[in-house]
């Protein structure tokens, strides 16, 4: 059994009872009492997971719905699998950015699967430390932000670091009345961070949002509506295999093989976005409206005006 192996059962072990004893464990798992501290102090350090001693060499976990987050479901080996894949591929020179100790997975060898390229920008930003600082005490900041044009936020609250769609982002609250203040701010940008020493409360809204948002497009504190597309033959195999929007749901599949889709979004762009890239292979069925905003970028792009 590999070393993360046993770190996983470690993992479920503590999932399934919410407490354990380091010698218990060194039995358990075939390692030695010094491993098992160290798996604890991984815990407590990189991820999070808070303990309370009860009796010499026992502990109980105060946060047990840390360690559910980490392994997903407990119950389902196939996702702690898939868990394990996922750091195999992603090499542990890489493990720090996502919280996790890079000994745990440095000694798995990987014989199966090649990265051509990372799936995340390399982070390189000299202000992680101070957002990291900011997300964790839940502290305002200023933050000067610069893409095309030059942005200077104040009392910004800071709330995750968020990886979507091959980047890393900071999601925030801002005074800014566009998209209710809500801003995905591209971590690479961020040119400047200055804390203050006042503190926020937890934005719950903000915080539902940032699990359940769709793309980098969809709208914070907006109402949903749905969209039907129609994709050719030439590229529906694309749709069955893959949802390209989470909300992506097959109504039918036609006798010529081209395929009837219905996403739920709340903002126009989701569905443009997507439709772009399939150019010329997908038409917007309903709301007519969005068909014709499609139609609008693509005379424009003809004429050369975007």
Do not use: W
């Given at each position: 059994m590999s070393k993360t192996d046993k770190f996983l059962d470690f993992l479920d072990y503590l999932a399934k009872n919410g407490k354990f004893c380091i010698n218990e464990l060194s039995y358990l798992l075939d390692v030695s009492t010094k491993t098992v501290q160290r798996y604890k102090k991984d815990l407590e350090k990189r991820l999070g997971?808070?303990?309370?001693?009860?009796?010499?060499?026992?502990?109980?976990?105060?946060?047990?719905?840390?360690?559910?987050?980490?392994?997903?479901?407990?119950?389902?080996?196939?996702?702690?699998?898939?868990?394990?894949?996922?750091?195999?591929?992603?090499?542990?020179?890489?493990?720090?950015?996502?919280?996790?100790?890079?000994?745990?997975?440095?000694?798995?060898?990987?014989?199966?699967?090649?990265?051509?390229?990372?799936?995340?920008?390399?982070?390189?930003?000299?202000?992680?430390?101070?957002?990291?600082?900011?997300?964790?005490?839940?502290?305002?900041?200023?933050?000067?932000?610069?893409?095309?044009?030059?942005?200077?936020?104040?009392?910004v609250k800071p709330l995750k670091l968020v990886f979507a769609e091959g980047n890393w982002y900071l999601a925030a609250m801002t005074d800014d009345e566009i998209n209710h203040g809500f801003k995905f701010l591209r971590l690479n940008f961020i040119k400047d961070v200055k804390l203050h020493p006042k503190t926020f409360q937890k934005d719950y809204n903000a915080l539902r949002f940032i699990k359940e948002f769709r793309t980098l497009f969809t709208s914070y504190m907006e109402p949903d509506f749905e969209v039907e597309v129609e994709v050719s033959p030439k590229i529906a195999r694309h749709f069955k295999v893959k949802k390209f929007i989470k909300s992506q749901q097959i109504m039918k599949e036609m006798d010529d093989g081209s395929l009837k889709l219905k996403y739920v979004i709340n903002n126009d762009l989701e569905i443009l976005m997507l439709a772009k890239r399939w150019l010329p292979d997908m038409r917007i069925l309903k709301p007519v409206r969005i068909q014709k905003e499609l139609e609008d970028m693509c005379r424009k792009l003809l004429r050369g005006s975007i």
């Open positions: 997971v808070k303990f309370e001693f009860y009796q010499k060499g026992c502990y109980t976990i105060i946060n047990p719905q840390k360690i559910k987050e980490i392994l997903f479901n407990p119950d389902d080996m196939e996702a702690v699998n898939r868990l394990v894949e996922i750091l195999v591929l992603l090499e542990g020179k890489n493990l720090e950015i996502l919280g996790l100790d890079p000994d745990i997975v440095k000694s798995f060898k990987n014989d199966i699967y090649h990265l051509k390229e990372y799936p995340f920008e390399e982070l390189k930003n000299k202000n992680l430390d101070r957002i990291k600082t900011a997300i964790k005490g839940r502290r305002y900041a200023d933050i000067d932000y610069k893409s095309t044009d030059f942005f200077h936020f104040e009392k």
